[in-house]
């Protein structure tokens, strides 16, 4: 079972708080709903985090919303933040936009509400998911940097001896192909061997055998 929204509410209406508790309980959006109405409830709600949602009316006796917004940008800003308030007029609305508020909802209008509470939660989820993929992004760039700064390559064209199998370095000296490559990168060797030579060894150790006195 989900557990409920958390919403942190700062409004000094107690009417317009029961209002927009009941037409979010109306929207199926089953809440949990902290009510503030000055800066220092607001202040210590934010200290003790977990709200998944801030409503905020945008004028209130002891504090503003574009305070509260200001804090939120600080402490939370990961927390959609949307303004249920009466008329703010347009230029004040696209002034809490422009400051980092989701969304705003004007009193008398409450039907849209529920569809900006919704529409807000998912952005922060999609947000949430592409910050998420972008984290793994730059893991998976600096893990292959890391990989790639360990890497030695062998490069060009390299000298060897058709007969013994060693190979001529840039000073003329000739090396076992095992320290040449050891030398050149961070190849590490375990020896073996493989069937064709076990085969031969063995047709050798025959021979030796049957030609002993």
Same mark, same amino acid.
């Given at each position: 079972?989900? &557990?409920?929204?958390?919403? @942190?509410?700062?409004?000094?209406?107690? %009417?317009?708080?029961? /209002?927009?508790?009941?037409? $979010?309980?109306?929207?199926?959006?089953?809440?949990?709903?902290? $009510?503030? +109405?000055?800066?220092?409830?607001f202040l210590a709600a934010i200290g003790r985090g977990g709200f998944d949602l801030i409503l905020a009316d945008y004028q209130l006796p002891l504090f503003d919303g574009l305070s509260a917004l200001a804090i939120r940008q600080e402490r939370c800003p990961d927390v959609p933040f949307v303004f249920v308030s009466g008329q703010i007029g347009?230029?004040?609305?696209?002034?809490? $936009?422009?400051s980092g508020a989701t969304d705003y909802v004007i009193k008398d &209008? /409450?039907?849209? /509400?529920?569809?900006a509470v919704n529409r807000a939660l998912a952005e922060e989820r999609e947000k949430a998911r592409r910050k998420k993929a972008e984290e793994e992004r730059k893991r998976l760039i600096? #893990?292959?940097?890391?990989?790639?700064?360990?890497?030695?390559?062998?490069?060009?064209?390299?000298?060897?001896? %058709?007969?013994?199998? &060693?190979i001529r370095d840039d000073k003329?000296?000739?090396? +076992?192909?095992?320290?040449?490559? %050891? /030398?050149h990168s961070d190849a590490e060797f375990s020896h073996g061997v493989c069937p064709?030579?076990?085969?031969?060894?063995? #047709?050798? @150790?025959?021979?030796?055998? &049957?030609n002993a006195p």
């Open positions: 079972m989900e &557990r409920k929204l958390r919403i @942190l509410h700062l409004e000094d209406s107690g %009417s317009d708080a029961e /209002l927009i508790r009941e037409n $979010l309980a109306d929207g199926g959006i089953d809440c949990e709903i902290a $009510l503030v +109405q000055t800066r220092e409830d347009e230029d004040r609305a696209i002034e809490s $936009l422009k &209008r /409450l039907s849209r /509400l529920v569809p600096h #893990e292959l940097s890391e990989a790639l700064a360990r890497v030695k390559t062998l490069t060009g064209l390299l000298p060897i001896c %058709s007969s013994c199998k &060693r003329g000296s000739w090396s +076992q192909i095992e320290s040449y490559i %050891s /030398l064709d030579c076990e085969k031969k060894a063995y #047709e050798e @150790l025959k021979t030796m055998k &049957r």
